[in-house]
């Protein structure tokens, strides 16, 4: 079972790292969010191996929390630009119209901060959870 775990785990964390580095070939939100996905499925794993083993993995755990979160932070903010960009809300709001360009506007600029936000960050935290210096060169 240790040996199971353990080479689901290291899979993961490779699937993990190379979503990171599709994402930091091409960005776009589509692989952030597969960056999500791949992250949550490595962080169950963890949490397997934290319970089946008896080992402590809280900051690990913690450290992907907090990408996982900001990741999530992003896909919210995608979700509700879509949502409010779709053309039958639109004229729905012909007479606010400016507001709402305005509003599609301000969440655009905050998605974007927040992708380069993580574009800068993420790459600190996943060295330091995948700290093999040879696969980042």
């Known amino acids: 079972l240790d040996q199971a775990i353990e080479r689901k785990e290291q899979k ?4 993990v790292l190379k979503s990171w580095h ?38 690990t755990l913690s450290k992907i929390r907090f990408l996982q979160n900001h990741l999530g932070n992003i896909h919210d903010i995608e979700v509700l630009w879509d949502h409010l960009s779709q053309p039958d809300l639109k ?5 606010t119209r400016s507001a709402w360009k305005e509003l599609l506007s301000q969440l655009e600029s905050e998605m974007d901060k ?3 936000a993580f574009y800068n960050d993420g790459e600190q935290y996943l060295v330091q959870l995948l700290p093999l210096r040879s696969i980042w060169e």
Do not use: N, P
Not at 12 to 15: A, D, F, K, T
Not at 28 to 52: F, N, P, Q, V
């Open 12 to 15: 993961s964390s490779m699937r």
């Open 91 to 95: 004229a729905v709001k012909r007479k």
């Open 22 to 59: 599709r994402f930091r070939q091409k960005t776009s939100l589509a692989r952030l969010h597969a960056l999500r996905i791949d992250l949550k499925k490595w962080r169950y794993l963890l949490e397997i191996k934290e319970k089946c083993l008896g080992l402590d993995l809280k900051e």
């Open 114 to 116: 927040k992708v380069a």
